[in-house]
Nanobody
Framework: VQLQASGGGSVQAGGSLRLACAAS????????IAWFRQAPGNDREGIACTRSSDGSRSYEDSVKGRFTISSDVAKNTVYLQMNSLEPEDTAVYYC??????????????????WGQGTLVTVSS
């Protein structure tokens, strides 16, 4: 199983970015993919998750209303649309997959596979 995260970059506060996580190397169709982020000096935190079975979505409070997670099941790709970005959103963003099919945002140990991370920098 491989996860390839992409789409990071530098943007000014108030701007937008869209991250993508392409998953490959499996045929099982019941999974959940989450986005985590880790800012310098901070613990890794989960911010959003979606389930392949029903497309349901869940968010951490800090990104609700600004970030949207979506998926293209046919492509096994999950996106994170990030709007109204703030300097506090600066972090390395990771996607993670679990074949449990259940989203547990706050527990990184729940996820079996991880992408390599993509850096998002938001300047004020």
């Amino acid at each position: 199983v491989q996860l390839q995260a992409s789409g990071g970059g530098s943007v000014q506060a108030g701007g937008s970015l869209r991250l993508a996580c392409a998953a490959s190397g499996f045929t099982f169709d019941d999974y959940a993919i989450a986005w985590f982020r880790q800012a310098p000096g901070n613990d890794r935190e989960g911010i959003a998750c979606t389930r392949s079975s029903d497309g349901s979505r869940s968010y951490e409070d800090s990104v609700k209303g600004r970030f949207t997670i979506s998926s293209d099941v046919a492509k096994n790709t999950v996106y994170l649309q990030m709007n109204s970005l703030e300097p506090e959103d600066t972090a390395v963003y990771y996607c993670a997959l679990t074949f449990s099919g259940v989203c547990v945002i706050r527990t990184q140990e729940w996820y079996e596979y991880w992408g390599q991370g993509t850096l998002v920098t938001v300047s004020s």
